[in-house]
């Protein structure tokens, strides 16, 4: 491509550090679209004749299929798909791929391609998002009075309805669904016709590449265009973040999991067993899609790494920007769907998750607060009062609602029979009915209103 100046070709060594078609033949789609949008207002310009633009179409319609046939053979020694591509449309059609590269530069038309392939892979992760928000909706639906114990610490706290919790991670991905899109509209505009750095002095139109390939608009500064990857930061910042909520969600269901709490049992789908103990049913699954955030927020730091210190414009750094991409697009991808798959495999205990919540005074908060609303106690000392309570049944070994009403008028005189029922944890939990909250009856309507927000 540059054989004019060169005497020589590259050492051996040099083409293997140099090339990239080994993964950015993953462009390959968008390299053509892009190719095509370039070749069609070219020739509207008058730049090239319609004759060769209309050449070009066919033949990169020729390449596609080859490609997607998998009868195009890559070539290390053309370093990447935007070469690898060209070089067999001149094979192809001869002449007129000569003119292709008429007004524009590599440099634009990576940028232009990769953005035009996380557009793709955002989309695609919004699909994956709504499905396992969908899963979630569904399971929170038929649990909206499941009661389960709520942890802060990972100490039993309050009741909560198990529809509940599964609606907190319906929120998160909701967030992760925002802020992908919030990286596309951002993303959405085409660099194509920044060429090198400078821009062209061919007549070129960039408004009609741009809107031929859905962006918004043309990006406004040629030197930002060619060496901006902030979309594909955003890309896997999101993705780390998202990753992160899905490894918070599989660490929930590997403590659900176990013998010790046995909240949820998952099947053999999602479990392996053991190959000397034989009562295990180890949720793998789960504990992958809790490690796999590594990788992802890896990817994320590592291409932060080889952006900073950058000078404008392009570098030959900023081919390091696929590889993390297409990983944590893999990665993600396969992580949703195994969550996604997780939840519709689940099946609630609803006996040990209803048992667990008599554990660990679940009820302390409404003891205090019984003793706030119908004695006019001050709240700090009411918390005083119920550690008291709490003591006492602690040492006797039972719940609050098991100590008789002379030991809690030991405590508080004041104290009457009418106490007890405030003492159900089924009251408890009915009781929290502020908007977002645990209540059986606020979680019915937030089903619903995730259903109309989300889906
Ligand atoms: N393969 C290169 C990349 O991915 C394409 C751009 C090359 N530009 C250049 N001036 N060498 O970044």
Redesign the pocket.
């Given at each position: 491509m540059w054989g004019g100046r060169f005497a020589r070709g590259p050492a051996a060594i040099m083409e293997k550090i140099n090339a990239?078609i080994g993964f950015?033949k993953r462009l390959a789609d968008q390299d053509i679209a892009g190719s095509k949008a370039h070749a069609a207002m070219l020739a509207k310009q008058g730049i090239i004749t319609q004759a060769d633009a209309d050449a070009i179409r066919d033949g990169l319609d020729r390449v596609k299929e080859e490609i997607d046939a998998g009868a195009f053979t890559f070539k290390v020694e053309l370093?990447?798909i935007?070469m690898n591509v060209e070089a067999r449309l001149a094979e192809l059609i001869g002449e007129p791929a000569k003119r292709l590269h008429t007004g524009r530069?590599?440099?634009d038309q990576?940028a232009t391609d990769f953005k035009l392939w996380v557009r793709d892979a955002l989309d695609r992760l919004d699909a994956g998002l709504t499905a396992l928000q969908t899963a979630l909706i569904d399971l929170a639906e038929q649990n909206t009075d499941t009661v389960m114990p709520g942890f802060t610490h990972l100490q039993a706290a309050q009741p909560v309805s198990f529809g509940h919790h599964l609606l907190a991670y319906v929120e998160m991905f909701g967030r992760d669904r925002g802020r992908m899109r919030d990286a596309r509209a951002r993303l959405n505009e085409c660099p194509l016709g920044s060429a090198a750095l400078a821009g062209t002095p061919y007549p070129i139109d960039r408004f009609m590449t741009a809107e031929a390939l859905g962006f918004n608009r043309p990006t406004a500064n040629s030197l930002d265009a060619v060496s901006d990857r902030d979309f594909a930061l955003e890309y896997l910042a999101a993705a780390s973040i998202c990753a992160t909520h899905l490894s918070r969600f599989a660490e929930e269901i590997v403590i659900w999991c176990s013998a010790q709490f046995r909240f949820i049992r998952l099947s053999d789908a999602y479990t392996t067993g053991s190959s000397i103990m034989p009562q295990k049913k180890n949720p793998d699954a789960a504990e992958l899609v809790r490690a796999k955030a590594g990788r992802v927020i890896g990817t994320l730091t590592g291409l932060l790494v080889v952006m900073k210190g950058l000078p404008l414009a392009?570098s030959?750094d900023?081919?390091e920007d696929?590889e993390p991409v297409f990983e944590t697009d893999d990665t993600l991808a396969l992580c949703i769907a195994a969550a996604e798959g997780m939840v519709r495999d689940m099946q609630p205990n609803k006996p040990a998750m209803r048992e667990a919540a008599d554990r660990g005074f679940l009820n302390a908060t409404d003891l205090a607060d019984w003793l706030v609303r119908e004695l006019d106690m001050p709240f700090r000392e009411a918390h005083h009062v119920t550690g008291r309570a709490v003591k006492a049944a602690e040492d006797r070994r039972v719940g609050l609602t098991d100590l008789s009403l002379a030991e809690l008028q030991a405590i508080e005189p004041r104290i009457t029979e009418a106490v007890y029922p405030a003492l159900s944890i089924e009251t408890s939990l009915d009781s929290r009915r502020s908007f977002g909250g645990a209540s059986p009856i606020r979680v019915k309507e937030a089903v619903k209103a995730a259903r109309e927000r989300f889906l």
């Open positions: 990239s950015d370093e990447d935007h530069s590599r440099n990576v392009y030959k900023m081919q696929k």
